[in-house]
C-alpha cells in the first residue's frame, strides 16, 4: 500500500524561510522524489479561526497568500492537491463524533495547547473552539486515511492524540472492517530546519514576532533584513573572535549553505567548516558573512519571486482550483464518515427494511 500524505498550515500570514526549511523543502522533497498515492495540504482555515474568531479577513486574505506561497515555492499542483478546510464539510460531522471521544483534562494537558495557551492572551476566556482544536486536527488527518504527516516537532502532540482517538474509537465501536489508517509524523531531516531562528537571533522565526525573512520579501527587504541579523555582539572588530553559537548568519548558513555557494559567491573558502573557523580564529567581519548569505538567499528567492509575480495576475484560477480541490477532499472525507457510521451503527438509512 502507498501511503497518504496530509500536512496542513493555518492561514495566518506569508510563508517565510523557518517554513521553507522546516516544511516546504520537506515536502517538495516528497512531492519530488516519492512514490505515494495521495498528497495533500490542507489550509487550515477553520483552526485558524479558533484564534481569529475577530480576525476573519485576515484568515480569508491569507488563503491565497500562502496558496500563491505554496506554489511559487514549487510545490505542482497537478501532483498535490491544495485544498480549504472549511469547504470539506464531512470534516465537520467527523469532528462531532470525535468530540465526546476525548476529556476536557486530555486536551489541557496536551502539551502544545499548554504551550499556546501561555503565549495567547485569553485569560479566563479560552474559546471552546481552540480548546477542542486538536480534535479537529484528528478529523483532518483520519478523514483522508492519512499515513504519513510531515510536521514540525511541535505537532506531534497533535499526532499523537490523532492515534489516541483512532484507538478509542475502535475500542468503543469495534468495527468489522478498518474504519481509519494509522497516522505517522515525519520530521524535518536536519535539526537547525525545525527552528530557525528569526533575524534578531529570538528562538524562532515568526510572523508575530517579527523577526521573519518572508518568501514574498523583496530583493532589498531580504537585503535590509539580513545586514541587521544578530550575530555575536561581542565581535566588534574585525580582528575580534567571533562565536557561532547563537549566531543567526552561520544559523541560516547550517540550513542554507552548501559548497556550491562557495565557489559561485565567495571562492576563498571551500566550505562552511572553513568559513567559520576563521571566524572564530578572528579577523573575517560579519558584513562580508551577511553579504555572502543574502547572495544565497536572493539565489533562493529569485524564482520563488518570479512565479509569484506570475501566479498573481491569475487569482481567480488559483481560486477554482481551491473549489475543485476541496470538493474531491470532500468525496473522500466523506467515505470515511459512512464507514464511522457504519461502524457506530448510526446509518440509519439502513433502518429502511426495502432500501
Ligand atoms: N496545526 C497545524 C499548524 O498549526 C495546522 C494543521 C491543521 C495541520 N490540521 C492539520 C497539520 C493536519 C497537519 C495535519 O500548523
Excluded at 175 to 189: G, H
Excluded at 240 to 249: F, L, T
Excluded at 327 to 350: F, P, R, S, V
Amino acid at each position: 500500500m502507498k501511503d497518504i500524505i496530509l500536512t496542513g498550515d493555518r492561514p495566518t500570514g506569508n510563508l517565510h524561510l523557518g517554513h521553507y526549511v522546516g516544511s516546504i523543502a520537506n515536502r517538495l522533497k516528497f512531492q519530488n522524489e516519492y512514490n505515494y498515492e495521495k498528497f495533500y495540504i490542507m489550509i487550515a482555515d477553520t483552526q485558524a479561526l479558533t484564534d481569529n474568531a475577530d480576525k476573519v479577513d485576515k484568515v480569508k486574505n491569507n488563503i491565497i497568500q500562502v496558496t500563491i506561497d505554496y506554489l511559487s515555492a514549487g510545490i505542482d499542483p497537478n501532483k498535490v492537491n491544495i485544498f480549504i478546510q472549511s469547504q470539506v464539510p464531512s470534516l465537520f460531522e467527523i469532528t462531532s463524533y470525535f468530540l465526546n471521544l476525548v476529556t476536557l483534562s486530555r486536551l489541557q494537558r496536551n502539551p502544545t495547547i499548554k504551550e499556546e495557551l501561555k503565549v495567547r492572551a485569553f485569560e479566563k476566556s479560552i474559546p471552546v473552539g481552540f480548546m477542542t482544536y486538536p480534535i479537529s486536527q484528528a478529523a483532518d488527518i483520519l478523514a483522508f486515511q492519512t499515513t504519513l504527516v510531515p510536521v514540525g516537532e511541535d505537532q506531534l502532540p497533535m499526532i499523537e492524540q490523532t492515534r489516541e482517538i483512532l484507538n478509542t474509537f475502535n475500542n468503543l465501536y469495534e468495527p468489522k472492517s478498518q474504519v481509519f489508517a494509522t497516522p505517522k509524523a515525519v520530521l524535518p531531516s536536519i535539526k537547525i530546519c525545525e527552528r530557525l531562528p528569526g533575524i534578531d537571533g529570538k528562538i524562532k522565526m515568526s510572523k508575530s514576532a517579527g523577526n521573519a525573512i518572508n518568501l514574498c520579501d523583496t530583493p532589498e527587504i531580504v537585503k535590509q533584513k539580513v545586514m541587521s541579523a544578530y550575530t555575536d555582539p561581542n565581535h566588534i572588530k574585525v580582528s575580534d573572535p567571533g562565536k557561532i553559537e547563537g549566531n543567526v548568519v552561520f544559523a541560516y548558513l547550517d540550513a542554507f549553505c552548501n559548497n556550491e555557494h562557495f565557489k559561485k559567491f565567495l571562492p576563498d573558502y571551500e566550505n562552511l567548516e572553513q568559513l567559520k573557523s576563521h571566524y572564530k580564529k578572528g579577523g573575517l567581519g560579519d558584513v562580508k558573512v551577511k553579504l555572502f548569505l543574502n547572495n544565497i538567499l536572493q539565489e533562493l528567492l529569485d524564482p520563488i519571486r518570479e512565479k509569484r509575480a506570475l501566479l498573481e495576475k491569475d487569482i481567480d484560477s488559483i481560486y477554482e482550483m481551491l473549489f475543485e480541490n476541496s470538493k474531491k477532499a470532500e468525496i473522500e472525507a466523506q467515505k470515511t464518515l459512512n464507514k464511522m457510521k457504519e461502524a457506530m451503527g448510526i446509518d440509519y438509512k439502513k433502518l429502511i427494511k426495502n432500501a
